[in-house]
């Protein structure tokens, strides 16, 4: 196995949520799923908000053995959180030069796919019409301060409209315009909402459904795209194909 040529582990590390045991069990589960897939890979998960902490986790891959660490975040842009708020973690923990850090979780190139079968499975089961005849509208977080969020929610969405699946594609934000309530209104077509989250906190299981009551023809929601249970084979993919790039990169020269 590529992992007992060079021993790696893996940390998912994700936001955390406020007093949230149900969204922080989401990650847990993906993470248990993960390493169930792969056992060669000792595989564990952390918070920064919250508990289980990031630090520990670092600490639990630490204990076994690996030289190397790669840290998959469970976060749909590489925004302040992967890119500042990781790394300084992971400096502060002692463990920085063994870290590998992974492309976040909203930027795998499997993610438009799996959002295309779901939308398609809703709009065929829950809307009983053809994806042609429907909408699709993927929501993401948005930010004032910050294009990462919306620049991936576009990034996907371009990909969601080149498989030429529903009538059209189109993007909103809770944070920054084109804002959730006046896109969801904007178009009389039947729709399927894709939370484009990580997992169900406020925003996915509070707000986007409150603004769904204002739609003018029927809907259907995926809830939060990080929270399907087929996540964790997109994490486990990309964390195999670091290891095989790794090891390829530290194998002796013939």
């Keep these: ?55 520990d986790a670092l600490a639990a891959a630490a204990r076994s053995g690996a030289r190397h660490i790669l840290v998959y975040p469970y976060f749909m842009a590489a925004g302040f959180f992967v890119n500042t708020k990781v790394p300084k973690r992971l400096s502060e923990a002692g463990v920085a030069e063994r870290c590998r850090v992974l492309a976040p979780l909203g930027a795998d190139p499997g993610m438009p796919a799996l959002i295309m ?14 994806p042609a005849e429907c909408r699709l509208l993927l929501v993401g977080h948005g930010s004032q301060v910050s ?21 059209a594609v189109a993007t909103a934000y ?18 399927v909402v894709v939370g484009f989250f990580n997992v169900d906190g406020l925003h996915a299981g509070e707000e986007v459904p409150q603004a769904m009551l204002n739609a003018p023809a029927p809907v259907a929601y995926t809830g939060p795209v990080g929270a399907l249970p087929e996540v964790a084979g997109l994490i486990a993919n990309a964390i195999e194909a670091e290891v095989a790039a790794l090891t390829r990169l530290l194998a002796p020269s013939a």
């Design 117 to 130: 079968r779901k939308a398609v499975a809703l709009a065929e089961a829950d809307l009983g019409l053809a």
């Design 174 to 191: 809770l944070e920054e315009p084109p804002e959730l309530d006046d896109v969801i209104t904007a178009d009389t077509r039947p729709t």
């Design 147 to 167: 294009r990462a969020s919306a620049e991936a929610t576009e990034a996907v969405a371009r990909r969601l409209l080149a498989m030429n699946s529903f009538g």
């Design 1 to 55: 196995m590529l992992s007992q040529k060079v021993p790696v582990a893996a940390v998912v590390v994700g936001h955390g949520e406020r007093g949230g045991a149900f969204s922080n069990a989401i990650l847990l589960g993906h993470a248990d799923a993960v390493g169930a897939s792969l056992p060669d890979i000792a595989v564990t998960a952390g918070v920064l908000s919250g508990t289980p902490t990031l630090e």
